[in-house]
């Protein structure tokens, strides 16, 4: 059992979430990941890192709430435990050896840059972070970011905060101002990422994203989390999750990630239910 010791709100679906765990807080790398589960009977969940304390012995998990899963995670309370939290899992993430070190967020994507750009910086690489979200109310970690990067930029889809338009915008305007780019880390939705590597490919730099598909048992066992980088099947928990995004197939990965869509609300719908009735039974 691993006990929750912080878990807040930050916006209308994302949450921050901090775990007593101080064996995967000591071993774990930016750019690696968790898988939590619930309750016994629960699916395994990857989640990324958005920051650990190897002193402490805390891990940090910013999530989105989305289906059944999260939607149980978000209603636990500071004090109460999840049945297990396994790590760290995958390969952690790449720097080149000098130069700029760009790293691109954009939504949820943004948690899991914060270690990576810290370690980039403590490598002494000059750090460019640009941040995104939809809108002003979307954002988060804008704070803890600026202290991890020599520049900073942030943009909203409809412009009620910093700078209007998307990341790739951003990028785009960096780079017709001659700003020197050596390499990119991306992670974000997988349009995000698949336009941010169209956009970086007649650039010439080199960009890696971090992919987060369908998974159960992340050991590269079952092969339910294959990607095809380069024509070839890699496996995203053991080969990955960072992957060259100017080898990878955007366009299977998003077909494989909406294969079970329809049966994850028939879930969530039915949790809902549960959840309505067992308050009413309460009540009488």
Known sequence: MVKILKH????????????DSPLVAKKIKPGQFMV?????????????????????????VIYQVIGQSTTLLSIKKVGEEICDLVGPMGVASHYPEKGNFMVIGGGIGIAPIHPTAREAKKRGLYVIGIIGARTKDLLFYEEQMQKVTDELYVTTDDGSY?????????????????????????????????????????????????LNPIMIDATGMCGVCRVSVGGKTKFACVDGPDFDGHQVDFDLLTKRLSMYESYEKQSLEKFKKECTKEAALKKV
Request: with cysteine; charged share 30%.
């Open 8 to 19: 807040q709100r930050l916006n209308e679906t994302n949450f921050r979430i901090v775990f």
């Open 36 to 60: 939590l589960r619930i309750r016994e009977e629960g699916e395994r969940i990857p989640m990324s890192l958005a920051d650990m304390d190897p002193e402490k012995g805390t891990v940090t």
């Open 162 to 210: 910093g700078k209007k338009g998307f990341v790739t915008d951003a990028l785009k305007e960096l780079h017709q101002r001659g700003k020197k780019i050596d390499h990119i880390l991306a992670i974000g939705p997988v349009p995000m990422m698949k336009f941010v590597c169209s956009t970086t490919r007649p650039m010439g730099i080199p960009t890696w994203v971090s």
